[in-house]
């Protein structure tokens, strides 16, 4: 029901950005934590953010400079934009959706998971 895209590569310093969109339409009508959810090349998965259903944010701190998530154009898109990107941004990038408000990063801690998209940061 989530399904994320973007460009496949990006050139350092660049932004790289992302579209989740929610193919069912139930998501955006209801209060949902929606989430962005990383993982790099033989690393674990990692947490980026989130917005909530009234459009408050919160960021992991280590990507809270240059990381910003947003409603998209649709009501049923959420965006994510990192700025300054790095090849240490370089990884599977997964969008998330759930009822809870916990940060969490493991696939059955959520109610909606994407098939994720990998996103590569070189020059």
């Known amino acids: 029901q989530l399904r994320e895209s973007g460009p496949g590569l990006v050139k350092p310093s660049q932004t790289l950005s992302l579209t989740c969109t929610d193919s069912?339409?139930?998501?955006?009508?209801?209060?949902?934590?929606w989430n962005w959810i990383r993982q790099p090349p033989g690393k674990g998965l990692e947490w980026v953010g989130r917005?909530?259903?009234?459009?408050?944010?919160s960021y992991n701190p280590s990507l809270k400079s240059r990381a910003s998530i947003s409603r998209g154009t649709s009501s049923n898109q959420l965006t994510l934009q990192l700025n300054s990107a790095t090849p240490e941004d370089t990884a599977v990038y997964f969008c998330?959706?759930?009822?809870?408000?916990?940060?969490?990063?493991?696939?059955?801690?959520?109610?909606?998971w994407g098939q994720g998209t990998q996103v590569t940061v070189s020059p």
């Open positions: 917005i909530s259903y009234s459009g408050g944010t």
């Open positions: 998330a959706a759930d009822e809870s408000d916990n940060i969490n990063t493991l696939p059955t801690d959520y109610h909606y």
């Open positions: 069912g339409g139930s998501i955006s009508t209801q209060y949902y934590f």
